[in-house]
């Protein structure tokens, strides 16, 4: 038996879920089994939490999900706004959603974001090892080893479904200068921190060297190992760097380590690349990553748009999509400025979701066209509630019609009687 | 000589408009001046206007360019309304713009904006045929033969500096059955109007019949002949049918006709396209039209998502610029919907902005990248103002972070101390 069947437990959902899984993405439970046996494909929603939630499975051949970032911060702490974006994150229908809280009760807050979303739910464990080091008064350099293994395994207790581990910055690829070589350095929140550790401290990265304790916890609690991108790129001068590659090159032997240990996981990904780069990013990490699940983080593809990155991100993200990225974290526009706020939130899911579905579109999946005509179908009958039914966002177009000069009009008021879909009509010929 | 260098006259600005053009390209005047002689590229700017406005050049890897549409309505008909549009347009940094009026007297608000414009500007002579002919209380079919010819000689006079003229569409492609075909036949205003006065009358195409008449006028004025696509795919399902592809044959041979001509002329092109296709039509519809500067709506790489449409049209247009689109027509979040407001032209000539610069950058164009290098050294250092200046709208993130709760913290909101570039940065390691 391979190790993965040996692990099949572990990899695959109760039999309900499988099967509802399945239904969704066009495929039979039979074959999904395959692609979560052969780690093509992975489930997010952990043993606590699968059978109550909307868990999902991000891989190979499937639809691309869309998640939604949100948390406090020390400058901004407000627990019942946190829980807002996250329904607004649901309701704009993020597939799963991540708490990265560092401000406040974060433990108590990661509660309340368990006990409300109906969907997955990721967080980045080494956030609470700063989190208290700057409670007893310490910078990131106070830290200790054993809270950093311990947020893994409190997160786990609490249910979390999927956690970002930041293990692939090792001590060799620090004092190697590709660091000092970029323009922007580590821009990745928990490789900074963990980077700051391990020179202050002269040692290893404790999430590489206790890579084992990590995956014993993820495997026990069913938790989706999510492995983070220390050294995403920051900038467009940066993508594809000595940094980068060599993380990859990492982060593929921790993929086939997490795989012989039974446990579900996923790679994060870049970040800011020119889109030219975009398709051979995604590329090469998977090749590297032997077929892993990737999440990607964007790709920005420009970095002058301050204000406008749900934008530079939606663009890279359908390339990523396209190209074989399985998962898109979502970028608001308040991404390099501020704290995204609920519309912000709102905006920045259905800008991924159209970079995640137009990626599908382009890539043939099976049944992703038909949305499209259908709505094509509604626009040429200028059936009103019908394009608004099928809107990726059935709200926001009908208020602007209601709010416009249209009235009783069959047309928009773009065109007035000029529109084309009434001259071309046979009523108007005839 | 060449029918070109014969016609040199007709396709170079005046010595002092082609240094500046030159230096703005990083190009000098003589190669510039040979894109121009060879019709790889066009100068947007008529002789009454080019020594006055800030007149631009389309072209073969010279920085592509954005336009903004705005213009009144039957059913939306405001002229200070509009020409604040225009002044938006132009401040969010538009290098052409569009007078697409169609309700009100038309005449006195080209007027207005001509006036008022200081980058080119163009327009589109049938709809004054199509709103002529209602006035007379007459459907599209009672515009006369040669209402459509003196709309174009009108516009001209007046010292429009582009005009875009449906001449592609013929009596023979519209009896082979091929957009009945389609999902959402004829999408293009002009080419709805013309088509419909075509199988009223069953006569053929007036500009493709007078088309010598039409390229006398535009070399005459020193008119940029914007060819119309007709049959531009109005939805995914028809993109790259059988009907787009028989216009653009058919562009193919006007092209050469006007350059015949000494006639300055730039192609337009989709469209709804999905992302896979948009390199292959970009790369077609140029080979075909030999080299033409292109002129791309979008694309649109998703039906679904009105209301989002600055989006949709921002990923498919960087790729279409990475590819070889010289010039973006900007999409507003308004089409679908309704006429775009102030907001939504603003709010698109940015998104269209990125699309373009993005795509310079994918395309290697000498200096894009330094724009984000730029950015991204300002980032690093959290050089707030420098960010901003740099930023494609510099008022909208100076904005988001005056009102969020940095006060005079040194990062922002989102991360507080933890902000990755602080926490790499020698003071914390110190």
Redesign the interface.
Known sequence: MSPARSHADSLVPPEAVLQRLAAEEHTTSDALRELLLDGRATVLGSHARVGQIRACVVGAGLRTKVNANFGT????SDLVGELHKLDVAIEAGADAVMDLS??GDIRAVRGAVLARASVPVGTVPV?EA?VQA?GRSG???AMTLDSLIAAVRNHAEQGVDFQTVHASITRSQLSSGA?ERR???????G???L??WM??HDAENPYYERFDEVLDICRGYGVTLSLGDSMRP?????AGDEAQMTEVAVLGGLVQRARDAGVRVIVEGPGHV???EVAAQVTAIKRACHGVPLYVLGPL????????D???S??GG??AA?SGADFLCYVT????????NADDVREGV??CR??A???D????LPGA?E???A???A??ALDWPG??A????PT??AE??AH????D?A???????????R??SSE??A
């Open positions: 911060s020390a400058l901004s560092t401000g956030y700063a700057a910078g990131p350099t660091v323009r922007t350095g580590i821009v990745s929140r490789g900074a921190l980077a700051c020179r202050a920051g900038c467009l001068a940066d020119p889109l030219h593809v420009t970095d002058v748009a301050p204000g406008y749900h934008i530079t939606a663009i359908t390339l396209m526009r308040a991404e390099h400025v501020r704290l995204p259905i800008a159209i970079a579905h137009a990626g579109v382009a890539a043939g066209r949305w499209d005509e709505m094509a179908t626009r040429k394009q608004f099928l809107a990726i966002d926001l177009p602007m019609r416009s000069d249209a009235g009009a047309e928009c008021t773009m065109c007035g009687p000029l529109c084309s879909m001259v071309t108007v010929l």
